[in-house]
């Protein structure tokens, strides 16, 4: 396993951007699949993107065309880009790893998790 260090959530207004980036240890972050997800308040924790080995992505479809993941295995980082950020985007972001080399959409794929970081949207 390793460990995830979310960071750069907060209070943006709705339109802005933010980039989140997860921060993770262990010398074999190159072949991890990397995945964000996010929870708000009385809902279900939601997919959101993914990024595997290759750099092949996917996105949830309230997302596509805003948000952008992206990774820098010199860094053991992966990063979220969000844009156009709408209210509805406010929730408790994820990150999550797995050793496995597809891209995941489902969060029991998943083995490894950070303890998040709140990113709300003002209207």
């Known amino acids: 396993q390793v460990q995830l260090v979310e960071s750069g959530g907060g209070l943006v207004q709705a339109g802005g951007s933010l980039r989140l980036s997860c921060a993770a240890s262990?010398?074999?972050?190159?072949?991890?699949?990397m995945g964000w997800f996010r929870q708000a308040p009385g809902k279900e924790r939601e997919f959101v993107a993914a990024?595997?080995?290759?750099?092949?992505?996917d996105y949830v479809d309230s997302v596509k065309g805003r948000f952008t993941i992206s990774r820098d295995n010199a860094k053991n980082t992966v990063y979220l880009q969000m844009n156009s950020l709408k209210p509805g985007d406010t929730a408790v972001y994820y990150c999550?790893?797995?050793?496995?080399?597809?891209?995941?959409?489902?969060?029991?794929?998943?083995?490894?998790w950070g303890q998040g970081t709140q990113v709300t949207v003002s209207s």
């Open positions: 999550a790893a797995t050793p496995d080399t597809g891209v995941y959409t489902q969060a029991r794929s998943y083995t490894s």
């Open positions: 262990g010398r074999t972050f190159n072949y991890y699949t």
């Open positions: 990024i595997n080995w290759a750099a092949y992505t």
